[in-house]
């Protein structure tokens, strides 16, 4: 998934390594009990939305240190927005792949996750969501979503997404991919990314949500590319079915090494599809609000070296490849490196 899954680290972004730290569900419900708490006893609608942000960006730390590093870079009104879009699409990605329940309990997890949203849409007030029992990051993505214009429409996709995680199916063709799946696990996230960080003066707004529209299917296609063989532990497989026939796969087993230089093939061919997809992205930067381009180009250079490594990989695909701290610094724009040892002693 891409915020393990889209921003699934963008998502997805998204996904956090295998072994690295994550909240039970039993600790997201405490953390969310406190944070209601706090939220209730505010003074202010502003006041509770900062309380909610600072809780959302310990979860964007926790889970994703890629994208916590070029929110770094954003400016601090739409940092804390982005902070808030990144919570309520981590939440249902850990139901879906984190939290040790069956299907039929993810399934409705999910489905009490949507109706909470629903009823968030008909509760004006930060506030009142809050004091209606509306979870506080559904809470606050909904203010993020009525201060920037979001479409009510994008976060159903998102969770449509995240139900076909629950009941995967196989996908024919990468047409099918991102039509079917990468469209709503990390397309629409780019679109609220795009609501947030706005167009320039100089290109149409339809011009920022296809260069958004780029980049999240390049990100999510590289968190797939990474993770071919624990997503098919998961009983996923988005390596599409055509692609591997003309390898001479009928019926794809990561696990067996006789399969691995075909997978590998395939791997690398779906590789250059995203790096032309990065490329874009990279050349229509200039379409966002001045504000947010240090953060999107950060984005883009960390994650595609990260799919430049996964396309050059000599090693097996059962290996999890990464960016190093040191690569990321030296992709990363020098005269904003004191930004990130500030952000993660939490000024």
């Not at 506080?136 to 979503?145: D, L, N, S, T, Y």
């Not at 071919?228 to 796969?249: C, K, M, S, T, W």
């Amino acid at each position: 998934m891409m915020v393990s899954s889209g921003m699934h680290e963008l998502c997805n972004s998204l996904r956090i390594a295998p072994g690295a730290e994550c909240w039970s569900e039993a600790e997201w419900e405490t953390r969310d009990s406190a944070l209601r708490v706090a939220v209730l006893a505010s003074r202010s609608e502003a006041e509770a939305f900062r309380l909610i942000a600072r809780e959302a960006r310990t979860v964007l730390k926790t889970y994703s240190s890629n994208f916590f590093t070029v929110t770094r870079f954003l400016p601090p009104a739409k940092r804390v927005q982005v902070e808030a879009i990144y919570a309520a699409v981590r939440y249902p990605d850990e139901i879906v792949d984190t939290f040790p329940i069956v299907a039929i309990e993810k399934s409705a997890r999910l489905a009490a996750w949507r109706a909470q949203y629903e009823r968030a849409l008909e509760i004006q007030g930060l506030r009142a969501m809050v004091v209606a029992g509306v979870p506080c990051f559904i809470a606050g993505f909904v203010q993020v979503m009525r201060d920037t214009g979001i479409p009510a429409e994008y976060y159903r996709a998102f969770l449509n997404a995240m139900v076909l995680d629950v009941h995967p199916r196989k996908f024919e063709t990468m047409d099918d991919l991102i039509d079917s799946y990468i469209y709503g696990s990390a397309v629409v996230v780019g679109y609220f990314l795009a609501y947030v960080y706005g167009a320039s003066h100089t290109a149409t707004f339809a011009d920022t949500l296809e260069s958004a529209r780029r980049l999240g299917i390049a990100l999510q296609l590289t968190n797939f590319l990474r993770d071919v063989a624990e997503d098919q532990r998961r009983g996923r497989q988005y390596l599409p079915l055509d692609l591997l026939a003309n390898q001479g796969i009928h019926e794809m087993d990561a696990t067996n090494p006789n399969q691995h230089s075909a997978i590998a093939r395939v791997v690398k061919e779906m590789c250059m599809v995203a790096a032309g997809h990065y490329a874009y992205a990279a050349s229509t930067v200039d379409t966002f609000s001045p504000d947010s381009r240090t953060a999107i180009r950060a984005c883009i250079d960390v994650y595609g070296e990260l799919n430049e490594r996964i396309l050059h990989s000599s090693r097996s695909i059962t290996h999890r490849e990464s960016v190093p701290l040191s690569q990321k610094l030296r992709v990363l724009p020098a005269s904003k490196y004191w930004r990130i040892p500030l952000a993660y002693l939490g000024w």
